[in-house]
């Protein structure tokens, strides 16, 4: 059983609220991940993290900003929520030195009204 | 363009059946390649990595298949459960200078019919 873990799992939240999704891993994992993925579709990735510090935009274009201050801990922020942003979100973890699998936490389902 | 694709898109099997799924990629340089089972509503979790020097890896009723060459690789579930109903991701990471990069596929839908 992987050690990573998102929460809240579902959300339901009003256009225009600011929200933050937590990830945290207890791993020692550098590198983190954030993922969007839709109904049936494949996963996009929107943010990711080598470690402390350090964090980059991924392949699909996202309005929600990350931060890494803590190797365990890799939280996502909308500051404005809007209804395209009803989606589920998956939060992963790898060892980025050796390059081994990466654990994907439960996922937390977004819905926007 | 680093891409992942998967066939077929959607299979449905009778329970205790054998199926195969297939996964062609161009991510390159390939890293590792690794196949996940996705229940709905959850997140995915690992079934095998392989890295390049390894062609076949097996766990429990699921062997994956990997030919570096033509860049392709499959995955064989022997004797279907009801319970491996579920989407089969094939994941490819590069080994490029940034300590690598996931490349995902759509995935197959698989599900088991009594």
């Known amino acids: 059983e992987a050690d990573i873990y998102q929460t809240p799992r579902y959300l339901v939240i009003g256009t225009g609220k600011k929200i933050t999704l937590e990830c945290s891993q207890t791993?020692?994992?550098?590198?983190m991940y954030w993922y969007q993925q839709d109904p049936g579709m494949e996963l996009h990735l929107i943010h990711y993290s080598y470690g402390v510090n350090s964090t980059e935009k991924g392949d699909l274009s996202s309005e929600s900003t990350v931060s890494r201050i803590r190797t365990e801990h890799f939280p996502l922020t909308l500051e404005s929520a809007r209804p395209s942003h009803t989606s589920q979100y998956l939060c992963a973890s790898s060892d980025g030195y050796r390059d081994t699998e990466a654990f994907f936490g439960q996922g937390t389902r977004l819905t926007v009204v | 363009k680093n891409q992942v694709e998967q066939s077929p898109q959607s299979l449905i099997i009778l329970e205790g059946k054998n199926c195969t799924l297939q996964?062609?990629?161009?991510?390159?340089?390939?890293?590792?390649l690794r196949w996940y089972k996705q229940d709905t509503g959850r997140g995915p979790v690992s079934l095998t990595i392989?890295?390049?020097?390894?062609n076949t890896k097996s766990n429990g009723r699921y062997t994956a298949t990997l030919d570096a060459d033509t860049k392709q690789s499959s995955l064989h579930i022997t004797a279907s459960q009801l319970s491996d109903s579920a989407s089969y991701i094939c994941?490819?990471?590069?080994?490029?200078?940034?300590?690598?990069?996931?490349?995902f596929g759509r995935g197959t839908q698989l599900t088991v019919w009594p």
């Open positions: 994941v490819v990471s590069d080994r490029g200078s940034t300590l690598g990069r996931l490349y």
């Open positions: 996964c062609n990629y161009t991510v390159s340089p390939f890293s590792n």
């Open positions: 392989m890295t390049f020097s390894e």
């Open positions: 791993m020692g994992h550098d590198k």
